[in-house]
């Protein structure tokens, strides 16, 4: 199963939970996996057409999902996935 | 004494509030955070008179940022010089041309000691004991620099490859400094994990909301020392994006508030071209930018996934301003111009916003016969190293004078 950090802001639907596990293959199945288990999660990740929010990076394994397939990028089964929210950090 | 009423989302709409706590993002759709301010009581309080009586630094408009009580750190940051830059005006063929050189400024002589003011002023407030940051190296230092004098402990996590004057002018305050192996962005990443797991306030991400306001003390200045005035056109350099926005923001409340006339003052943004997502998006006329891996000479710019990038390009786009982008041999060169001309040594970011003016005045974006005000946001020793093969080295000689009087210059 691959692990998914939860960022701090989404741990009230984990139930505090900052890691979690999925055997999704690719990261929109991952984020229905996610809904499935955390019910209200979709919501917060997408927006109401289905594409990931503007203002959350997605990471597999340190690389930003953008540089890779998107929403189509395969997830292997000792991947580590982030969520990340994109204003962290700089100025 | 706070003005400041709630926390807002600014991307949804209605606008979420949330009280005043250490949060950088918006529950509802991860959006930024912005202080949200009573201007009505401001306006009442707040006068030209009230401000040129207090104390030279950038707590003199301490009503316009996010505090509650008496401002604790930075009591001599800020108010840096403004230049009138006839020497370079000159060569750029530009009427009026000015330098807010923050250079100097105290105590670690960049920008950021304005933003870090805030941000430890309000981590003191919220009753933490240890900060932190992200850094490309002038945050550190300042950091480094704000939390020694705050009696703070601190944790400053920076790319390993730094300059080694960022990386000296950082250690030497005795804090805790971590060097990651790997870019700004994911030394970045890191952090917001490490957030999760302490009860720290790092500057940059769950103070971000308040740190940012800081930013926006450069704008108030540069009205002030113009005779309470805004400038008709402000050049800055980009990493995330927010220092552009909230300086224009600055301008803005100050007009709001009945403390300069209305100029339409135009902001316009600088990026290195190995660095350039912002501008990038800006030039092509793309709504959102696309993440880059930096490789530039401007280490302090080179944020590959800029956190306001987007609220850059829609302001740009907004206000129809532009934003350049220039080669490592530019800024170098623009680096020594603004030496040369003005007697102002900056750091590479400061090449770059020069660099990009440059371009700027000849492709006819920004016109010439408008008063023009170059922000400078760091200091040039402590990026050196891109200059060791660039400059001319001194004649060595014995000490004789017959040597030296056979010196071709």
Redesign the interface.
């Known amino acids: 199963m691959a692990i998914v950090?939860i960022?701090?802001?989404l741990?009230r639907l984990t139930k505090e939970q900052?890691e979690v596990n999925s055997g999704a293959s690719n990261v929109n199945d991952l984020i229905q996996d996610l809904e499935d288990q955390f019910p209200g999660i979709k919501d917060?990740i997408c927006e109401d057409d289905g594409s990931i929010?503007?203002?959350?990076?997605i990471?597999i394994n340190?690389e930003?999902i953008?540089?890779l397939e998107g929403p189509e990028t395969n997830i292997k089964e000792d991947d580590t996935i982030?969520i990340?929210?994109?204003?962290?950090?700089?100025? | 004494m706070s003005f400041v009423t709630c926390l807002k989302c600014i991307d949804c709409s209605p606008a979420c509030e949330f009280e005043k706590q250490a949060l950088y993002v918006c529950d509802d759709c991860f959006g930024p955070l912005e202080p949200s301010y009573d201007y009505e009581r401001i306006k009442e309080e707040l006068t030209i008179d009230k401000i040129s009586k207090r104390p030279k630094n950038m707590w003199r408009y301490k009503e316009l940022l996010p505090i509650d009580n008496e401002p604790t750190v930075g009591m001599n940051t800020g108010f840096t010089p403004l230049i009138k830059a006839n020497n370079l005006a000159e060569v750029l063929g530009v009427k009026n041309l000015y330098i807010k050189n923050d250079g100097v400024n105290f105590p670690s002589l960049s920008f950021k000691d304005r933003v870090v003011a805030v941000a430890l002023s309000k981590a003191i407030e919220l009753g933490f004991d240890t900060v932190g940051c992200a850094s490309t190296g002038n945050l550190a230092n300042s950091v480094a620099a704000h939390s020694a004098s705050a009696k703070l402990n601190s944790f400053i996590f920076i790319p390993s490859n730094l300059e080694e004057a960022k990386i000296l002018g950082t250690s030497i305050y005795g804090k805790n400094v971590i060097g990651v192996n790997g870019n700004y962005d994911e030394v970045n990443r890191l952090c917001t994990e490490v957030i999760g797991s302490n009860k720290w306030g790092f500057v940059n991400i769950n103070l971000r909301t308040y740190y940012a306001e800081g930013s926006k003390t450069v704008g108030y200045e540069i009205a002030e020392q113009l005779g309470w005035k805004a400038p008709k056109n402000i050049v800055v350099c980009m990493a995330s994006g927010s220092l552009l926005t909230k300086i224009y923001k600055s301008i803005n409340e100050l007009v709001d508030l009945g403390l300069v006339e209305d100029n339409q003052t135009k902001i316009y943004g600088a990026q290195a071209s190995g660095c350039s997502p912002i501008s990038t998006a800006v030039k092509n006329g793309w709504e959102t930018f696309k993440p880059v891996k930096p490789d530039t000479i401007a280490k302090s710019l080179a944020i590959g996934n800029p956190a306001d990038g987007l609220n850059a390009i829609n302001l740009l786009n907004d206000i129809n301003s532009y934003s350049e982008d220039v080669s490592d041999d530019e800024i170098v060169s623009a680096m020594k111009l603004l030496a040369e001309t003005e007697g102002i040594f900056t750091e590479t970011a400061g090449g770059v916003t020069l660099g990009c003016t440059i371009k700027m005045l000849e492709n006819g974006k920004i016109n010439k016969d408008e008063d023009l005000v170059l922000v400078i946001t760091g200091n040039g020793l402590k990026t050196q190293d891109p200059l060791v093969n660039n400059i001319k080295k001194p004649f060595i000689i014995n000490p004789k004078l017959d040597e030296f009087n056979k010196i071709k210059y």
Do not use: V
């Open positions: 950090r960022p701090t802001p741990r900052d917060k929010r503007k203002f959350i990076n990471y340190d930003d953008r540089f982030s990340i929210p994109a204003i962290a950090g700089g100025i």
